[in-house]
């Protein structure tokens, strides 16, 4: 398959502008992405590329006072999602009991539990600290026919993990809208058939009842933020595990989850961060 190679220049050359030109470049058709010193390589199929597609993505991106230029080479025939996955993901085994691999890996080392995850650019591999801390209380948790909610689910691992064991209904929430789709893709591709997902904030917790069990891999001030409405969406006995933050970050975490009335039952850590769990 003929492939074309794309240089972005982007100014101002940040992380965040690169991943929005990323993701923007996704919906154009555009596969693979590796980051450079003044912006981003990308590359799609030749096939699929239109000028004007590009351009318009360019004109109507999203970061306000951004510059972009570009310019494109033939690449070599490569097989990408071997690239993929060699610069990207590799087959991941958490606990002993959880394998998390993409569509195009072989030889997947057999596991109680086989989720497949195309993450594209949403976060949740497994790989993360925090993620794969927060896939241990998932295993260690009784979630039979409990209901869940995985605040800012990225991929939706942590949903589709919680599903496979046994939670149901599950609701995924993710403020944006990569994630959103990236997960409606991943679920499906589980075969799973009892999670919701959603886009938005804690504003969107609203009018939804109270959840048995409620995770949130985020970060230390949303969660310092928000954990007010999570809060209002347990009832006595539901869970909160809280990840997403670094093991100074517990007493300020905890003090906020106490001032809400939930107590804490322990934390785990791993290379520095930590993944905390309170009940009400
Ligand atoms: C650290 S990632 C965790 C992804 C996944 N749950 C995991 O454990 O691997 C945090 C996610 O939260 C989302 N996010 C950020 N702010 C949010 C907010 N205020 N409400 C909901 N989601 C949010 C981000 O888009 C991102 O996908």
Redesign the pocket.
């Known amino acids: 398959m003929k492939y074309l190679e794309f240089t972005f220049t982007t100014d101002p050359c940040t992380e965040t502008v690169n991943d929005v030109l990323a993701a923007v470049l996704g919906e154009a058709g555009f596969e693979s992405f590796v980051e450079s010193e003044s912006g981003l390589k990308a590359y799609i199929q030749q096939s699929l590329y239109d000028e004007k597609t590009i351009e318009s993505a360019i004109m109507d991106f999203p970061v306000p006072d951004t510059k972009i230029s570009y310019d494109f080479i033939e690449a070599e025939d490569k097989d990408w999602n071997e690239e993929w996955e060699k610069n990207f993901f590799q087959p991941i085994v958490i606990g002993d009991r959880c394998v998390i691999h993409s569509t195009f890996h072989k030889d997947v080392p057999a596991a109680e539990y086989d989720i497949v995850i195309n993450p594209q650019m ?3 591999t497994g790989h ?1 600290e ?2 794969s801390l ?1 896939i241990g209380e998932l295993l260690d948790s009784d979630l039979k026919g409990k209901s869940l909610l ?6 939706s ?2 949903a589709i993990l919680a599903s496979m064991r046994g939670a149901s209904p599950c609701l995924a ?4 809208e990569w ?1 959103v789709r990236n997960s409606i893709e991943n679920i499906e591709l589980n075969n799973i058939s009892n999670i919701n997902v959603e886009q ?3 504003s969107a917790l609203a009018g939804k009842g109270s959840f048995d069990v409620i995770i949130a ?3 230390r001030n ?1 969660l310092l933020n ?1 954990m007010r409405q999570y809060k209002a969406c347990m009832h006595p006995g539901s869970e909160l595990y809280m990840s ?1 933050f670094y093991l100074e970050d517990i007493p300020v975490i905890r003090e906020e989850a106490e001032r809400n009335g939930l107590t804490f039952i322990h934390h785990h850590e791993k290379n520095r961060w930590a993944a905390v769990k309170f009940v009400f």
């Not at 995985?150 to 991929?155: F, P, S, V």
């Not at 929430?173 to 944006?176: A, F, H, W």
């Open positions: 949403a976060f949740g993360h925090t993620t927060i995985d605040m800012g689910c990225g991929t691992i942590l929430i993710d403020i944006d994630c938005g904030d804690a891999n985020i970060n949303i928000d997403g």
